[in-house]
């Protein structure tokens, strides 16, 4: 957050965070349990506010549910679209990113997103997502292809593919720039 703030190119930043409710996280083992309640995770939102006042900057919390499971193409929300924990890949659209980067692409265009804070609960969001995935298979013409289980080949269901998100993602192209810049 420190470097955000203190890069010029990052002038009238705004954080968006995911509203999380670590009062309900439970996990099977109690040891995780104590850990969690010991880690006082409730405090980092505050911080996050906190820091960005300081510096004259925005913090906005966002609803989270299924920015991680929602493809940030066609909106399509399912749990197998995360075949691991760092990998991304749309059952519909074909889409593959790192995780992390699809999830923040869904958070970032959840900030002012009226419809999306009109929802009540869980179940209200995934309809709303699905009825974005229906219309965007309408406006790029596609029927009843979409959604069919794509067979895999002998190839590629003993292969793990790796995903090289840090060669294409804009972020991760300009970061290595900057690197270039400042060493040459």
Not at 46 to 57: S, T
Not at 86 to 104: E, L, M
Not at 149 to 155: G, L, M, N, P
Request: aromatic share 8%; with cysteine; net charge positive.
């Amino acid at each position: 957050m420190n470097e955000c703030y203190n890069d010029p190119d990052h002038a009238g930043v705004q954080f968006v965070y995911e509203q999380l409710s670590v009062a309900s996280m439970r996990f099977k083992a109690r040891a995780m349990n104590a850990y969690l309640k010991a880690s006082h995770l409730g405090h980092i939102p505050h911080q996050i506010v906190w820091n960005a006042e300081k510096r004259g900057g925005m913090a906005t919390p966002v609803n989270c549910a299924y920015s991680s499971q929602q493809c940030s193409v066609c909106c399509y929300v399912d749990r197998k679209n995360r075949p691991d924990q760092q990998t991304f890949c749309c059952q519909v659209c074909g889409n593959i990113a790192h995780a992390d980067i699809n999830a923040s692409v869904n958070i970032s265009r959840r900030i002012g997103d009226k419809e999306l804070q009109r929802c009540k609960d869980r179940k209200a969001i995934k309809k709303l997502l699905m009825r974005r995935h229906e219309q965007w298979k309408q406006d790029h013409g596609k029927g009843e292809e979409v959604g069919r289980k794509r067979r895999k080949t002998k190839d590629q269901s003993n292969t793990k593919r790796k995903i090289s998100y840090r060669e294409h993602h804009p972020f991760f192209t300009r970061l290595t720039s900057l690197a270039a810049k400042a060493s040459g």
